[in-house]
T-cell receptor
Framework: SQQGEEDPQALSIQEGENATMNCSYK?????LQWYRQNSGRGLVHLIL?????REKHSGRLRVTLDTSKKSSSLLITASRAADTASYFC????????????FGKGTSLLVTP | GAGVSQTPSNKVTEKGKYVELRCDPI?????LYWYRQSLGQGPEFLIY????????DSGLPNDRFFAVRPEGSVSTLKIQRTERGDSAVYLC????????????FGPGTRLTVL
C-alpha cells in the first residue's frame, strides 16, 4: 500500500522559477525522505528530515515537515532544465523504521 | 565510492520462466532492501535483509518470489513461473545499519514478461 500522496501529480514551470511539491501521509513516522527519479530508473536520494525537525536545507532544496498535519513540502528554488524528473516522498512507519512507503510522485517539467 | 549496482539492467523473459535478479549493495552496508515499481507508481517494498537474514519479507506478493543474501553482501531476487503481471522495475537499496537510515538505490532491473 502507498502511504504517501504527492501533490500536484504534474507540474510544469520555466527555468528560474521555484517549484513546490507537497506530500501527505497517514501514520506516525520516524523520518521522511525525498527522492528524484529520472526516466523511471534509479532513485537519487535528495534529503532526509527526521520527525523532530521542522525544516532542512540542501543547496537549492528546502524541505519542511509538519507532523501535526502529516505533511511535507519540497521547494526547489531557481529551477533548471536538469531538474526535470519525478519526485517522490517516502516515509517509514515508526514501528518499523526501515520499509519505505512511497507515493505516486510528482512529475516536474522545467522548460528553458 | 561505488554505489548500489544491479544486474542485468534489462531482462526479457517468457511467461512461466524462472529469473534471477542480482544486487550489489554499497560496501559495508548491513541492510539491503528490494522494491518493485510498476509504471506510473511509486516503489513498493518487497523484502528487507539485515545481514544474511530476511528480517521482513511481508512485501513479497506470493510464494513465487524468493530472495537470498547468503554472505550478507550480494543479494539475489528469484522469481519462479513468471507471469505478465510481474513486469516492473525491480529496485534494490542498501543502508548502513538499517533502522531509520538513508536508503541508497541502485539503477534497477527492468523485467518484461512476454
Amino acid at each position: 500500500s502507498q502511504q504517501g500522496e504527492e501533490d500536484p501529480q504534474a507540474l510544469s514551470i520555466q527555468e528560474g522559477e521555484n517549484a513546490t511539491m507537497n506530500c501527505s501521509y497517514k501514520t506516525s513516522i520516524n523520518n521522511l525522505q525525498w527522492y528524484r527519479q529520472n526516466s523511471g530508473r534509479g532513485l537519487v536520494h535528495l534529503i532526509l528530515i527526521r520527525s523532530n525537525e521542522r525544516e532542512k536545507h540542501s543547496g537549492r532544496l528546502r524541505v519542511t515537515l509538519d507532523t501535526s498535519k502529516k505533511s511535507s513540502s519540497l521547494l526547489i528554488t531557481a529551477s533548471r532544465a536538469a531538474d526535470t524528473a519525478s519526485y517522490f516522498c517516502a516515509t517509514d512507519a515508526s514501528n518499523s523504521g526501515y520499509a519505505l512507503n512511497f507515493g505516486k510522485g510528482t512529475s516536474l517539467l522545467v522548460t528553458p | 565510492g561505488a554505489g548500489v549496482s544491479q544486474t542485468p539492467s534489462n531482462k526479457v523473459t517468457e511467461k512461466g520462466k524462472y529469473v534471477e535478479l542480482r544486487c550489489d549493495p554499497i560496501s559495508g552496508h548491513t541492510a539491503l532492501y528490494w522494491y518493485r515499481q510498476s509504471l506510473g507508481q511509486g516503489p513498493e517494498f518487497l523484502i528487507y535483509f539485515q545481514g544474511t537474514g530476511a528480517a521482513d519479507d511481508s512485501g513479497l506478493p506470493n510464494d513465487r518470489f524468493f530472495a537470498v543474501r547468503p554472505e550478507g553482501s550480494v543479494s539475489t531476487l528469484k522469481i519462479q513461473r513468471t507471469e505478465r503481471g510481474d513486469s516492473a522495475v525491480y529496485l534494490c537499496a542498501s543502508s548502513l545499519t538499517g533502522a531509520r537510515d538513508t536508503q541508497y538505490f541502485g539503477p534497477g532491473t527492468r523485467l518484461t514478461v512476454l
